[in-house]
């Protein structure tokens, strides 16, 4: 008997938007989401998370859910970021297919149509793309046109815009990735970990009207940092010792040539070996370092090893169900 | 034998007190007549969990006896010395209050102030921890506790005199939700902080008297360990890559200027380099570096690859979920 993933799903769209302290927009938002989810005749949800605002975000959607079942509120004990939250959505949605988009006003509920439409063509995600940023120039599309080009080279998603929180994804894509950190940023690369097809639309962009944005430029460097990790686990998350092992053949390499080198210098050039004694420690240097580098991959091997084998597992049972 | 009607009368006690006790003979029948008093007094049913943790002298005799006289005190005796963090955890699955109550019996609280910290937890705060001021123990004890106080309150967004005080008062969901284990009972509050808790201190007194003192250096050196788990409790610790990174990197470009320097030296025949003790700094800054990201890496993979099991967040209330 096949098992199937997780085929049981209330409902038809879910809808996720994280909000932190975003009083002024919250009104507007639900009832331009309404208006577009209305019209499409699906059984919906939507699922606001309110990532521990400090302001009256909560009282407001809790009267907006008074008079809307279709409305669920996540409340967090603080302030836990956007990935936290959005994790937290992905977690409580029970539609088919779930959208994930940003509370501030700036992506348009008009365009979930169309995200709906090009999912259908087959896709498994499918995210906006704001061609026409009505944003800062300098402090925010400039950083992102980089981010997304160093992004795209290193993950190998061709998105102009990853950044775009506006996305559509099947749930069983979604269900099995897990956000923590900073991760929000790649999902479309955890999701191509995960074998998923992916395509972008473009999609509208409103200027903020209301609250400030919650973005800076410092965050250059986790940034890079999270591009290297997720650079290294979509390559090697299976075969550690590959890299961890070049590094090591590398090192002994290296050790070895200095080891000769010396032995050149002694044995044909007569050096005394005092002159040496530097070079020697270098090469044993280089050849401790290069044996720790073999044991480093071991070690990772062994950690992948326990703790990937279900979503092994989970990954192959997805293509047997497409 | 306890008789049966008085332990049903102490089914549900609202507050329950944790006391972990460590080779405390001779003053386990002070802390526990003035709990009880103090308690007593306070008026809300409450029982008190003695923790024995491996002691070696009479400890665990005097407590037996109390618990035989006063059926609201149940002992724990641990097997050998496990350490506070596995005590709380121990007490907190043997009791049953919503408020727990937890001090160490070593730092000789006078518990006549507990009051007041409830006071201040029933203020709307989940987490209370105890300021001991004044002190009244050793003089080296205090300076190295107020310096490690000092870094944790400029590393932590947490503004606390007495972050590891050992005596609190909290709500049992909160403690229920952070992990306890090794050296992290020292960091509770800001385990609780990093949950969306509210944390607040109110000061308490100590108690004259003897005091244990830290008979190794060892103690003391752990207090410095102790600053880089608050470092990465307080930033890093889904995000390894993004310290170890940091530091690595600095190691390895320092590193690589330096053997950059020496190669053009060699190269344009300046003279040799074989013999120069720089080219073994070089060397070993490189290494060392491209070893420290090599660690963040697979600290990361720990982390994705067991992400699932980790929730990053804290969920307060869910409104809208019906039971359909």
Same mark, same amino acid.
């Given at each position: 008997m096949k098992s199937t993933v997780e085929t049981n799903y209330n409902l038809e769209l879910s809808l996720i938007i994280p909000l932190y302290n975003e009083e002024d927009n919250v009104k507007p938002l639900y009832l331009s989401i309404k208006k577009v989810v209305e019209k499409l005749r699906k059984s919906y949800e939507i699922i606001f998370i309110d990532d521990g605002s400090t302001d009256k975000t909560f009282t407001l959607l809790e009267k907006i859910s008074r008079e809307d079942k279709h409305i669920k509120i996540i409340k967090f004990r603080g302030n836990f970021g956007q990935s936290a939250a959005m994790a937290a959505g992905f977690e409580a949605a029970q539609g088919r297919v779930v959208i994930s988009m940003d509370g501030d006003l700036q992506n348009d509920p008009q365009d979930i149509p169309n995200l709906l439409q090009k999912l259908d063509e087959g896709y498994d995600v499918v995210s906006g793309w704001r061609k026409n940023r009505k944003d800062k120039f300098l402090v925010r599309k400039i950083p992102s046109k980089i981010a997304n080009k160093l992004i795209c080279s290193v993950t190998k998603v061709k998105l102009h815009d990853t950044g775009c929180s506006l996305k559509a994804y099947r749930a069983e894509i979604i269900k099995r990735i897990t956000l923590y @950190?900073?991760?929000?940023?790649?999902?479309?690369? +955890?999701?191509?970990?995960?074998?998923? %097809? *992916?395509?972008?639309? /473009? /999609? $509208?962009?409103?200027?903020?009207?209301? @609250? %400030?944005?919650? &973005? $800076?430029?410092?965050?250059? =460097?986790?940034?890079?940092?999270? +591009?290297?990790?997720? $650079?290294?686990?979509?390559? &090697?998350?299976? %075969?550690?010792?590959? =890299?961890? @092992?070049?590094? @090591?053949?590398?090192?002994? /390499?290296?050790? *070895? /040539?200095?080891? =000769?080198?010396?032995?050149?210098r002694l044995l044909i050039y007569k050096f005394p070996v005092i002159q040496l004694n530097i070079l020697i420690t270098v090469a044993f240097l280089l050849l401790a370092g290069g044996v720790q580098f073999f044991f480093f991959g071991l070690v990772t091997d062994l950690i992948v090893e326990t703790g990937t084998r279900k979503r092994l597992y989970l990954l192959e049972n997805y293509r047997s169900v497409e | 034998m306890k008789s049966q009607h008085t332990t049903e009368s102490v089914k549900f006690p609202k507050i329950s007190a944790i006391v972990t006790l460590l080779n405390l003979e001779d003053s386990v029948e002070q802390i526990y007549s003035s709990l009880s008093q103090t308690?007593?007094?306070?008026?809300?049913?409450?029982?008190?969990?003695?923790?024995?943790d491996g002691s070696v002298d009479g400890t665990f005799t005097k407590l037996s006896q109390i618990a035989d006289k006063d059926a609201r005190t149940k002992v724990i005796k641990m097997r050998s010395t496990f350490g506070e963090a596995s005590a709380v955890d121990a007490g907190l699955k043997a009791t049953r209050g919503d408020i727990i109550i937890y001090f160490t019996g070593r730092v000789r609280i006078d518990p006549k102030d507990i009051p007041a910290l409830l006071q201040k937890l029933k203020a709307g705060n989940d987490l209370v921890i105890g300021w001991r001021s004044p002190r009244r123990d050793s003089r080296l004890n205090q300076v190295v506790s107020k310096l490690f106080n000092y870094i944790v309150r400029n590393i932590s967004k947490l503004k606390l005199h007495d972050v590891n005080s050992g005596i609190l008062v909290t709500k049992r969901s909160v403690l229920e939700r952070i992990p306890l284990y090794g050296n992290l009972n020292n960091f509770i509050p800001l385990l609780a902080s990093r949950q969306g808790y509210n944390v607040a201190e109110e000061k308490i007194g100590q108690l004259a008297g003897t005091f244990r003192q830290s008979r190794y250096v060892k103690e003391y050196l752990q207090r410095f360990l102790d600053i880089i788990t608050v470092i990465f409790l307080s930033n890093y610790s889904k995000k390894p890559l993004h310290f170890l990174g940091f530091v690595g990197a600095i190691f390895v470009i320092v590193g690589l200027g330096i053997n950059i320097y020496l190669f053009i030296y060699r190269i344009f025949q300046f003279g040799g380099i074989a013999g120069r003790p720089l080219l073994l700094l070089g060397v070993l800054l490189l290494m060392i570096g491209i070893q420290m990201i090599s660690i963040g890496l697979i600290g990361e993979m720990i982390i994705f690859t067991h992400a699932g099991e980790i929730k990053e967040y804290n969920i307060e209330k869910i409104i809208g979920y019906s039971g359909e």
């Open positions: @950190g900073e991760l929000h940023r790649f999902i479309p690369a +955890l999701a191509k970990i995960e074998g998923a %097809k *992916i395509a972008e639309i /473009v /999609v $509208n962009h409103h200027p903020r009207k209301f @609250g %400030k944005s919650k &973005y $800076n430029l410092t965050r250059t =460097f986790k940034v890079i940092m999270d +591009l290297t990790t997720l $650079n290294f686990l979509m390559k &090697y998350l299976h %075969k550690p010792l590959q =890299f961890f @092992g070049a590094i @090591g053949i590398l090192l002994n /390499v290296l050790g *070895i /040539v200095t080891l =000769f080198w010396i032995a050149c | 308690l007593e007094a306070y008026g809300e049913d409450f029982e008190i969990v003695f923790i024995d």
